[in-house]
């Protein structure tokens, strides 16, 4: 176990977080064999500075990635918000929301 931390350590950050995380996910799916549940949560422990920060860049990038979608009206296909669907041709309109009522006409 010494052996593979001192070789991982070598490894880039962003690779070392990609095989914990696959490692994490492995037995969680083992657990959820076995046992027959599924706790819904993955844990991982002693993220190392690096890790944690390259964690937290993702889930900013993906919240504001996640916030600047819309849905389109006519195909429910989703888009960057403000532009016009390009599956129906610029025709429809796309809200931020599925649930929004929308008061603008359709193109």
Known sequence: ?????RESDKLPVDVR???RLALALDEAATQERL????DGEV?????SPAEYALIRRWLERHEATEAAMACCLGCGRVQPAGSFCSHCQGRQVL?????A????PLH
Do not use: I, N, T
């Open 1 to 5: 176990m010494g052996k593979f931390r």
């Open 17 to 19: 977080l990609q095989r």
């Open 35 to 38: 046992y027959d549940s599924a």
């Open 43 to 47: 844990e991982v422990q002693g993220l």
């Open 95 to 99: 809200v931020e929301s599925p649930s």
């Open 101 to 104: 009522r929308v008061r603008a």
